[in-house]
């Protein structure tokens, strides 16, 4: 077994900010890994995914033991360093060398789907909106979504809403597709939502402005011919 201290120096990733609260690193494609979502509370600071890169790990133990982290959905790209993932798992390929052992970083919370939590060796389940007041205020709350079942989203002072890669389609033998009744539930889930801009996971430009998203989503809506569940691309 490969030892990471018997690995080549890895730094820490290039943080992109925000505001003067929120940051986040940017996603890559080699390893494939999420965006991960990190925002400054008074007391703690908090995390949306945790990424797949040996940077991402390093910051991950760079910060105090006593950190807040909460998973958009399963996905080994945004759960690696709290699972058991090792290349070729999940959407990772095998020349995606990035799982050697090592120490699992130390968390005070996790918070995840009851889906999520297989692959995170646990965590406080989310099946209802959870407040935290920090300086900021945080809302993490479960998302309907047709990429992944389980998925949770986290809106910050009611202002940017993350939400991983839950506004996705999911893909099977027929190709890419929506379900629609979850599509519909998404849609007025946004609607719901106070926040004007959306932070979308694996984007160039990952903010968004909400209306452009639900516009989006209600044009792939449009295409429903109601013959079956499914909307295809």
Known sequence: MIELKDLPSYGLPEIKEINDRISYIPACEKPLSAD???VRGDSHTYLFDVGSTLECLNYLYSLP?????????????????LGTHRPGDSEMGPEDNVSPHYERP????????????????????VTEPVIIEDGVKIEIAPIPS????????????DEIMFVGDATYSASDND???????????????????????????????????KAVIIRQLSMILGKWDKSGPKIYL
Do not use: C
């Open 36 to 38: 991960v979502i990190i």
């Open 65 to 81: 033991d006593d950190k807040v982290i909460a998973i958009s959905h399963f996905h080994g790209d945004h759960t690696w360093w």
């Open 106 to 125: 130390k968390y005070s919370r996790l918070y995840v789907s009851k889906q999520s939590a297989k692959y995170t060796n646990g965590g406080d389940i």
């Open 146 to 157: 047709t990429h992944a079942k389980g998925s949770l989203a986290m809106t910050v002072n």
């Open 175 to 209: 190709g890419a597709f929506y379900n629609a009744q979850l599509l519909q539930e998404e849609i007025a889930f946004l609607e719901a939502s106070p926040a004007a801009k959306i932070f979308l996971s694996h984007e160039k430009r990952p903010v968004k402005p």
